[in-house]
T-cell receptor
Framework: EAGVVQSPRYKIIEKKQPVAFWCNPI?????LYWYRQNLGQGPELLIR????????DSQLPKDRFSAERLKGVDSTLKIQPAELGDSAVYLC?????????????FGSGTRLTVV | EDQVTQSPEALRLQEGESSSLNCSYT??????LFWYRQDPGKGPEFLFT???AGEEKEKERLKATLTKKESFLHITAPKPEDSATYLC???????????FGTGTRLKVLA
């Protein structure tokens, strides 16, 4: 099994430019999460999906961030326009459901650098 | 406010030198406490889930324990390959949030 797949692995963009990240979760996992991890910090939740429904987006900066999970499988996270403070690692994770006994399975993340 | 605090921030051990990492939490209700390992350039990798005070889980050189206020990750006779950042996370029952601590960076020297 491939695990959670994210792309790209790295992205460098100038401020005010748009950027998008893609995530393919583990097959059969209904719950998908996007996290942001700053250097030396733990991951912070941006948005949680149950199938195709965004059930917790309270920490998503909606003025510039958007996400979608079409057909309840793949997901895309977009930032437009990017700011210097958005530089971080963006992690996607999935689980069978929100009460998974086995924690979440994370992808390797996308490291975003905004210059 | 729900909060998770890990200590120490960083730890250097000699190979074979056992130690413990701490995860203290203050939450309205605990559904579960999770330990993850994170290697540089990778996402966190699940290690253990603990649900109730007194519970213990073991995996190779690692043992996780849980009380009503904190969890410990005990590392017995560590090896250099145990070097990583260890994260704990709590799943809250009140707000249904999954909150990570800031992690402990462990370095085991040969």
């Amino acid at each position: 099994e491939a695990g959670v797949v994210q792309s790209p692995r790295y992205k460098i963009i100038e401020k005010k430019q748009p950027v998008a990240f893609w995530c393919n979760p583990i097959s059969g996992h209904n719950t998908l999460y996007w996290y942001r991890q700053n250097l030396g910090q733990g991951p912070e939740l941006l948005i949680r999906y149950e199938n195709e429904e965004a059930v917790d987006d309270s920490q998503l900066p909606k003025d510039r961030f958007s996400a979608e999970r079409l057909k309840g499988v793949d997901s895309t996270l977009k930032i437009q326009p990017a700011e210097l403070g958005d530089s971080a690692v963006y992690l996607c994770a999935s689980s069978q459901n929100r009460d998974s006994l086995y924690g979440y399975t994370f992808g390797s993340g996308t490291r975003l650098t905004v210059v | 406010e729900d909060q998770v605090t890990q200590s120490p921030e960083a730890l250097r051990l000699q190979e074979g030198e056992s130690s413990s990492l701490n995860c203290s939490y203050t939450v309205s209700g605990l559904r579960g406490l999770f330990w993850y390992r994170q290697d540089p350039g990778k996402g966190p990798e699940f290690l253990f889930t603990l649900y109730s005070a007194g519970e213990e889980k073991e995996k190779e050189r690692l043992k996780a324990t849980l009380t009503k206020k904190e969890s410990f990750l005990h590392i017995t006779a560590p090896k250099p390959e145990d070097s990583a950042t260890y994260l704990c996370a709590v799943h809250t029952s009140g707000t249904y949030k999954y909150i990570f601590g800031t992690g402990t960076r462990l370095k085991v020297l040969a």
